[in-house]
């Protein structure tokens, strides 16, 4: 891998990820920007005890533009985009609408390929393999600045989701605190350990999981499966069977593996509902260990956090959506109309041949 890091009109950092590393890159942006101007602030919930990021200027964003004027393919003669060269294997780049700005964190998008009309599950395995280097060296990087806390790689596909840009890409945010949802895990985690007297509850969950009836698919280094109280119709879960905190301690196997799993998870997923409502809109969220002190998480250390991926779509079956509403939206309480065995079952059946 061959890194290349150079900077936008209005100042944005970009980085470029070739496989070759005679690659080139010294196209320089030609548009007239400004500046970025944010005004990203973190409030905090006082009674959910959660933080709620007002960033205003996002309502000036990019929405739905038509291909010929993307944003995130390469640019062409007089068609310039956020990506100066003319062509690129994956980049990654400050958002030019961040939810998370200065000592609020920081958000980028990478762009896996530089083919608008492909998806994640159509790269070739060497191409996902630069994918999750870019993901690790991001999260090294970002780890490193002084706002952030956390660091949360993700994709949304479709815009059933909310993607109001077709190209294939995905995002990262750094949080400047440790996400609720993470702190729910980390919790359980303590929990379990001073009741089982040091027992880890991510190593429970997954041999439990890998002894049942709900694993999707399995390697030699990863296990994907649906898990027993699953939120959404079809979610899965995968997990590195060596326990790392992050997506820098993953070891070589784990790497080289990775793409092949990856790929043929999401290929299932666009499997699950038939040809014609293929592809399925999806969110893949990578979990990670906070960097920050885990002092108000009795007894748990980074260590003791299992670094895994998130996988589930809101299609619920053929032409129906899974809204959160009253209970999902009001109380956090959802409510899954697809039984895991089911959903399991039906992904092992769509497997590739």
Not at 214 to 228: C, I, K
Not at 339 to 350: F, I, S
């Amino acid at each position: 891998m061959k890194k290349t890091s150079t900077r936008l009109a209005d100042g944005r950092e970009l980085i470029y990820y070739d496989l070759r590393d005679d690659s080139v890159r010294d196209a320089t942006d030609q548009r007239p920007l400004d500046r970025t101007v944010t005004t990203s602030e973190i409030r905090r919930d006082p009674l959910l005890g959660d933080s709620v990021a007002i960033a205003s200027h996002r309502q000036g964003r990019t929405y739905h533009p038509p291909a010929d004027e993307c944003p995130l393919c390469p640019s062409e003669g007089d068609r310039l985009s956020e990506i100066p060269d003319s062509s690129y294997d994956v980049v990654v780049f400050e958002n030019r609408f961040p939810s998370l700005a200065g000592d609020s964190g920081r958000c980028e998008v990478v762009c896996f390929t530089s083919d608008h009309n492909a998806s994640f599950a159509d790269l070739t395995e060497e191409q996902a393999g630069l994918v999750l280097e870019a993901w690790t060296d991001r999260t090294s990087e970002l780890s490193h600045l002084p706002s952030v806390e956390q660091v949360f790689c993700f994709e949304n596909r479709g815009a059933e989701i909310g993607v109001t840009l077709g190209h294939p890409h995905g995002q990262i945010y750094a949080y400047p605190f440790t996400t609720p949802r993470t702190a729910l895990m980390l919790r359980s985690a303590a929990t379990h350990k001073e009741m089982t007297g040091g027992e880890n509850l991510f190593d429970a969950v997954l041999e439990r999981e890998l002894a049942g009836e709900r694993v999707v698919l399995e390697g030699e280094h990863w296990v994907a499966f649906v898990p027993y109280a699953a939120h959404w119709p079809y979610e899965v879960h995968l997990y590195p069977k060596r326990r790392v905190p992050d997506l820098l301690g993953l070891d070589e196997g784990a790497r080289t593996e990775f793409p092949k799993v990856y790929l043929e998870l999401l290929r299932r997923f666009d499997r699950i509902f038939g040809e014609s409502e293929s592809p399925t809109p999806y969110i893949a969220a990578w979990h990670q260990a906070p960097f920050g002190a885990l002092e108000e998480f009795d007894g748990v250390v980074r260590e003791d956090f299992a670094l895994h991926l998130e996988l589930f779509t809101i299609r619920r079956t053929s032409g129906k959506l899974k809204f959160l509403a009253g209970s999902e939206s009001g109380m956090n309480v959802f409510i899954n109309d697809v039984p895991p065995e089911r959903a399991a079952e039906r992904l092992r059946e769509v497997a590739s041949s």
